[in-house]
């Protein structure tokens, strides 16, 4: 079981920066891939980026490439999200989930645990 706890999110005005935290316990943090999901109001829910075990791999959702960057910090069993220019279709509520496997997925059903989710809200 992995215990997952989400922090940082807020109101911010468009061209603004967020940075989203993901604290875990249970099991060993370093033995899951870490991934961010959003779900906007009336929307499914969309994988935003992923990061694998070492933190060495990343992948990104075409509509944040080059603004969001996804870290983990395995000694401090916490992922983060760093979001800059920040734009109003990025509101929604933000998720982290945690995968028990090696291979980074955008594929929601293959998360097998989830935060609560944090809003972040972009103001014009």
């Known amino acids: 079981q992995v215990q997952l706890v989400e922090s940082g999110g807020g109101l911010v005005q468009a061209g603004g920066s967020l940075r989203l935290s993901c604290a875990a316990s249970g099991r060993t943090f370093s033995g899951v891939v870490m991934g961010w999901f959003r779900q906007a109001q009336g929307k499914e829910r969309e994988f935003v980026a992923g990061?694998?075990?070492?933190?060495?791999?990343?992948r990104y959702a075409d509509s944040v490439k080059g603004r969001f960057t996804i870290s983990r910090d395995n000694a401090k069993n916490t992922a983060y999200l760093q979001m800059n220019s920040l734009k109003l279709e990025d509101t929604a509520v933000y998720y982290c989930a945690a995968d028990a496997d090696y291979i980074i997925t955008a594929q929601e059903s293959a998360y097998d645990y989830w935060g609560q989710g944090t809003q972040v809200t972009v103001s014009s």
């Open positions: 990061i694998n075990l070492s933190g060495t791999a990343t």
